[in-house]
């Protein structure tokens, strides 16, 4: 207590408390206040500071610094001396007080000292200092006084220093955390952040400020606004050449070709001349421009039709969006002027936006020069100036032949004779004659081709007619047909006539009109058939049948579909799980943390509906894309299911940090640690009743075909109504369709003592395998959250099952239960019971409690490998029934020989510390099973 002057503290009596000076060890003159009235009984000494202003704090720090004397080393003195004295305090708004009752203080507490010195002490002057720390919670008042009270000891106070503890100012995701005082009575205080400089909320930032000074559970952050990155504590302004558009962005980013920026904090590049961006396009894409002209174009005439080829444009202009627009002119007359198409003229595909470099344009009029326009367009064109670029291709359609018949030779024969078109578009390459019996055009025709205008049809029927039909092929394609020509053949043979004047001449001039003969043949002869196909009448129950990613889905079921089968994961996400906002998520405590991060309770509230309570797992900072993915993967499996024993999804979120999984919140949490809290306190109706939960849960999974791999007590979640829900789909796998199929595991740890047989051997996984893991979760629940297989090693438990080995039943086992565990681990999976049959059973059970008062006669804690243990001694009798952790309390008791513990009752186990209601059925029932032999003991 340093001061230049009196300190002016408040005695009472005044001859108690003494206010002197001394020297430290550094010689400098220091204020203490010291008493030693030991020789008189009944003391009551008070010493009472100033008025202590406790500023903002509710939590303040007491230090005291004092020496205190052995009461053994001063001769003479009576049993009275005390080595003891009590702090008290009074909270006041008043600095000054003169008098306060003995009743208005509060004490803090008695302060016994860790060393005390002695007379021999006094004349070496090494004087020993004790230091002591206690704490005042709860203020609210302007300030308080302390007061110490000596009750008959030998005591010096050295130092006092009043403190309280605050957490220091510090940035935490871009937000400013102010100095904050801590709270009173070891609270949390929730501190709210304000955003730095050029930076805006993302999701409102708070901290909790601990007791102890520090910061804890940081929540919420701020981003920097477009324009600027985030630097150590705070957002710089993005370079020259650099922009950020989004909060969503991680940093500055350079900007993309044929863009610059000249300025800092820029939110968007703008593009170099001649180049340009869509609305639609986001800054971070490369400005572009428009496509060149389409190259190198081929058109092939068809009689009124003609396709249209040409090669992609060289300079696409960067875009990927290209397509292709095709305008189109005609000129009917020379000299006259051109104009559009029309709408005679129809294009396929399509005449604007063509996908590829091909069209067909039919509908074309004989004679007409007709030119084509394309033009490659992509998504900026028309933004500049600069004209677009077309490739022109012009066509001229040709007339149609001119059929004459010149001459008839025979009964079987016809001469044929025509005229070529005026018009051609190219060198006509041949002519192709095309002839069939009338009114059988469809079922029978013949195509003939020749180089001449003139042809014999040779081998034709006596006194039939036929059609016959002409056009020429160009080198720029077909020109359109003639029309038809009939010609009768005769009934006998007819000489040819010399004189040209006695022949018969017919001239037919067919001109004009557009004729288009396209020939089919014929998918079917019976009436009534169609191209294609009919289909058969289908089974009902077939036509009711959907397919869903390569799984048959029969009426009225559903079937699970593993994320994995998506190309995509996301999609699966954002298939089965809702998107929630952050907004709406309220983080209250930390609960735990999981394989990726921390998990939280907290409370959701959604837009018209009311808060509820809720299990928060985020994915913890510094995942990669695969982690990131298996961690949403359990939320599209959860996803999935709706019933009331599987645990429920609420929703993710997805689109901001931290990702995250929200859950419905169970109150007490895993099923394992639950029991073991609640020891021997339920009624095994309710425990039935639970067991019945699970294995409706898992009834649901298997009817989904779905295997879960990993079920056991610690995956199974209770909440504040003992409903009991599967939980944990880490290890789970899809079935397939045929109920028998196994899903075969590619390494990974496998939970050994909760799996079947094959699983291990083979990793074969099945619901038979699931039914085995259940019969094992049964043995939890009735013993009480016990280690199955206890103290074994993985190996000695594997071993033991294959040799026929079984668990026995717990203590209080019904009959019934333990036979349906036995049923469950039966080596042939195809033996074990469904697990709808499971619940049949324990429906039965329940409905009939007195069923389950026929209890087992083994006990579970018999050696399930050596069942009988030659033991020496407590200890080792305590180790051999796995209950070595009270080997101190039987000890104390006085139980060190065998035949000691042979009549120890339950009161007697509470009275040693054994107060778990199982842990004494265990030792009690061992000690039933206990003979004595000599000084050993066979259990």
Known sequence: MSALGDLGWEAYPAEGWEEISVMDERNTPMRSYQVCNVMEASQNNWLRTRHIARHAAQRVYIEIKFTLRDCNSLPGVPGTCKETFNVYYHESNNDNLWFIRESQYVKIDTIAADESFTQTDVGDRVMKLNTEVRDISNLSKKGFYLAFQDVGACIALVSLRVFYKKCPSAVHNLAHFPD???????????????????????????????????????????????????????????????????????????????????????????????????????????????????????????????????????????????????????????????????????????????????????????????????????????????????????????????????????????????????????????????????????????????????????????????????????????????????????????????????????VVSIAGGVVLLVFLVACFIVSGRHCGYIRAKQDPDEEKMQFQHGRVKLPGSKTYIHPHTYEDPNQAVREFAKEIEASSIRIERVIGAGEFGEVCSGRLRLPSRREICVAIKSLKAGYTEKQRRDFLSEASIMGQFDHPNIIRLEGVVTKCKPVMIITEFMENGSLDTYLKKHDGQFTMVQLVGMLRGIASGMKYLSDMNYVHRDLAARNILVNSNLVCKVSDFGLSRVLEDDPEAAYTTRGGKIPIRWTSPEAIAYRKFTSASDVWSYGIVMWEVVSYGERPYWEMSNQDVIKAIEEGYRLPPPMDCPVSLHQLMLDCWQKERSERPKFSQIVNMLDKLIRNPNSLSELTNSSMWEDPITPELSVSSVDEWLDAIKMGQYKDNFASAGYVTLDSILYISVSELSKMGVTLVGHQKKILASIQTLHVQGNHVQV
């Open 180 to 506: 904050t005082v801590t709270g009173g009575d070891s609270a949390l205080v929730e501190v709210l952040g304000s955003c730095v400089n050029d930076s805006e909320e993302f999701e409102a930032p708070r901290m909790y400020c601990s007791a102890d000074g520090g910061w804890l559970v940081p929540i919420g952050r701020c981003v920097c606004k477009p324009g600027f990155e985030e630097g150590k504590d705070d957002c710089q302004p993005c370079r020259p050449g650099t922009f950020r558009t989004s909060t969503k962005d991680a940093y500055c980013t350079k900007c993309p070709p044929h863009s610059y920026s000249a300025q800092e904090q820029a939110t968007e590049c703008t593009c170099d001349k001649g180049y340009y961006r869509t609305h639609t396009d986001p800054p971070s894409t490369a400005c572009t421009r428009p496509p060149s002209a389409p190259e190198n174009a081929i058109s092939t005439l068809n009689d009124t039709s003609v396709t249209l080829e040409w090669r992609p444009p060289r300079d696409t202009g960067g875009r990927a969006d290209l397509v292709y627009n095709v305008h189109c002119r005609k000129c009917v007359q020379e000299g006259a002027a051109c104009g559009p198409c029309g709408g005679g003229v129809h294009f396929t595909p399509r005449q604007f936006g063509l996908g590829t470099p091909r069209v067909l344009v039919t509908g074309l009029l004989p004679n007409t020069d007709y030119t084509f326009s394309v033009e490659a367009a992509n998504g900026v064109s028309g933004q500049g100036l600069s004209p677009r670029q077309q490739l022109t291709i012009n066509i001229t359609t040709c007339q149609t032949v001119s059929v004459i018949l010149k001459e008839r030779r025979s009964k079987d024969s016809v001469t044929l004779a025509w005229q070529g078109p005026d018009r051609t578009n190219g060198a006509i390459v041949e002519y192709e004659v095309v002839y069939y019996e009338k009114n059988q055009r469809d079922q029978n025709y013949t195509v003939l081709k020749t180089k001449s205008n003139l042809m014999t049809v040779d081998g034709l029927k006596l006194g039939t007619t036929y059609v016959f039909r002409v056009r020429a092929r160009t080198d720029g394609g077909y020109d359109s047909y003639s029309g038809e020509m009939e010609l009768e053949t005769s009934h006998e043979d007819v000489l040819a006539v010399g004189d040209p004047n006695q022949s018969t001449i017919l």
